[in-house]
């Protein structure tokens, strides 16, 4: 089992910034990768960012390309997500999840674990 807790969420105007934390404790070897999710209401669940744990390229959703940056802390087993120049159609619950399966790093199906999300609201 893999836990996941996020952290740093909150309320933002448009253009601000923030940045979300997810640590990540228990059989954290059983996983290669972290992801980042976001859901708002009425919309299904997208991808937004993810990343290996020992490094390498980045992915991003192109929505969040050139304004959203993931990275990892291999020493604190956590992973973060600095969210630059926000704006309204960011506003979502925000999820981290653990990779435990084969599969692209984009898709939902590829994670097995997932923390229980932080909301993210930006203001116009």
Do not use: H
């Amino acid at each position: 089992q893999v836990q996941l807790v996020e952290s740093g969420g909150g309320f933002m105007q448009a253009g601000g910034s923030l940045r979300l934390s997810c640590a990540a404790s228990g059989r954290t070897f059983s996983s290669d990768a972290m992801g980042w999710f976001r859901q708002a209401p009425g919309k299904e669940r997208e991808f937004v960012a993810a990343m290996r744990w020992r490094g390498g390229l980045p992915y991003y959703a192109d929505s969040v390309k050139g304004r959203f940056t993931i990275s990892v802390d291999n020493a604190k087993n956590t992973v973060y997500l600095q969210m630059n120049s926000l704006k309204p159609d960011d506003t979502a619950d925000y999820y981290c999840a653990a990779r435990g399966r084969n599969g692209p790093l984009f898709s939902a199906l590829t994670y097995t674990y997932w923390g229980q999300g932080t909301q993210v609201t930006v203001s116009s």
